[in-house]
């Protein structure tokens, strides 16, 4: 891929970039036709390799939700810088997170599907954070009252009746608490985001961990073990494993299931994750060591109607002084959202117009500063 570089007052480039020879993803967006991940991704550094397994096969893309995100395959994305390529690619390689900080609205979480659709990745995990979101809640939930329902055969089709106090059980029958029979603890098990991401696939899932600035003040800390050993354990699948050596649970997947073995996960290809941050909170010096850390910066006027290009067919260049526009108030009000504009957009093209005044009154509506002030 050529190009040339347009170096911005902070150093980064503003125009077309000359792919690095280095490069495994080169920011384009569009599925790549010439490689397979597995063919030219390098072998992770030692302290990055892990043996999990039996491996398991790519999972198929989600092209409705990624479309939904990015716009159809195929049309033209906005390109990225080129020292957000290398630093995507520095990550890539040494099988670390990507902390992606920047200010509201501005694209981080698309990074993720970026990425995924370029390199044939598969489906994008999403784990949004909340602030009783926890290590656990990210790994797995386990529905413990299904499973004391089903053991003890209250959701059984045609149960037989309680027995009457002090009755002699039938002999045979099963003591009391026992499982129904197909009932398997892994049933009652189903992982989620970062637990799937860390399933052992021949592959790198993508992982989207989006907001962790909205965490309990503990979480970063709790994901350091995880992050660093790529392992996890089910105590529950642990604890049954004499019984059921081999579980077979539940995914983040729809209509996922995966065998576990003796209640131990742990990955084969690191996935790559992409964890975002609107800088609002400090993170602990040993999380920030575990990451490359890219900050973004608010999108050029290129950019912005590359985007226009990729969600509005057909409509190149017809949108350049709405985008001019958008850059302006955008400055003016502290920073702008980039839906903020697609908003506009679409409003124009479905006709949306009236007179001068008018017009402007609704952008003001749109175009409101994030911050809440007027």
Known sequence: MSGVHHPAEDGRTTGPVTSRSWWIYRGTGQPLADIRLGDVLP?????????????????????????????????????????????VNTALLLRRPLL???????????????????????????????????????????DAIGRAQASLGHLRPGAAPDPAPGAVPEPGAAPEGTPEPGARIGDFIRLGPLGTALLPYELPRVLLIDELDKSDIDLP?????????????????????????????????PDGTVPVVD??????????????????????????????????????????????????????GRHDRLVREFVERSRDHGGLAADQLLNAVYLRTAGVRGDDKAWNELLDALWRRLSGAP
């Open 100 to 142: 992606v900080t920047g200010r509201p609205g501005i694209g981080k979480s698309t990074l993720a599907y970026l990425v995924a659709r370029e390199l044939g990745l598969g489906r994008v995990l999403h784990w949004g954070i909340t602030s009783r979101s926890t290590l656990r809640s990210g790994l797995y939930e386990y």
């Open 43 to 87: 072998k992770p550094p030692g302290w990055r390799s892990f043996d999990g397994g039996p491996a398991l096969p790519p999972v198929p893309a989600d092209s409705a939700e990624t479309d939904r995100r990015l716009g159809p395959a195929g049309r033209a994305t906005p390109r990225q810088d080129a020292h957000d390529i290398d630093l």
């Open 221 to 253: 800390n709790d994901l350091l073990h995880v992050l660093d050993n790529g392992t996890y354990t089910i105590p529950e699948l642990v604890r049954a494993r004499r019984r059921e050596p081999v579980s077979h649970v539940h995914t983040d997947d």
């Open 263 to 316: 209640g131990l996960v742990r990955c084969r290809a690191f996935p790559f994750i992409v964890i975002t941050s609107n800088g609002e909170r400090q993170f602990p010096p040993a999380f920030l060591r575990r990451c490359v850390r890219l900050d973004v910066s608010p999108p050029r006027e290129d950019q912005l109607a590359a985007m226009i290009t990729a969600h509005f067919q057909d409509h190149e």
